[in-house]
Nanobody, 125 residues
Framework: EVQLVESGGGLVQAGGSLRLSCAAS????????IGWFRQAPGKEREGVSC????????YYKDSVKARFTISSDNAKNTVYLQIDSLKPEDTAVYYC??????????????????WGQGTLVTVSS
């Protein structure tokens, strides 16, 4: 069974940091591209970052590029999203997802294969 399980969300003050984790199982991790998208209440889903596991190549949405860092630990089949200098507008449920694409491009969220249950990030001002 293909499964992605997120963790690491929470309540944090503006300016703080969080590291989200995504544990993957049930598919060939090394041959995949995995990303993070977020959805705030009343807003559309927004893809923020993606990583191609085999070579570590990454994609970031321009608006988060300076503060978000995606990485992977292939030995643990886990993808991380480090978020620094958190802002109230970062408040959302963050999901990790496996894309059907074998690479990361701006449109990677259009081709989702599976995603997790999400982890809530709340940033207080």
């Amino acid at each position: 069974e293909v499964q992605l399980v997120e963790s690491g969300g929470g309540l944090v003050q503006a300016g703080g940091s969080l590291r989200l984790s995504c544990a993957a199982s049930g598919f060939s991790f090394d041959d995949s591209a995995i990303g993070w998208f977020r959805q705030a209440p009343g807003k559309e889903r927004e893809g923020v970052s993606c990583i191609k596991i085999s070579d570590g190549s990454t994609y970031y949405k321009d608006s988060v590029k300076a503060r978000f860092t995606i990485s992977s630990d292939n030995a643990k089949n886990t993808v991380y999203l480090q978020i620094d200098s958190l802002k109230p507008e970062d408040t959302a449920v963050y999901y990790c997802a496996k894309t059907r694409l074998l690479y990361c491009r701006r449109y990677w969220p259009t081709y989702l294969e599976v995603w997790g249950q999400g982890t809530l990030v709340t940033v207080s001002s």
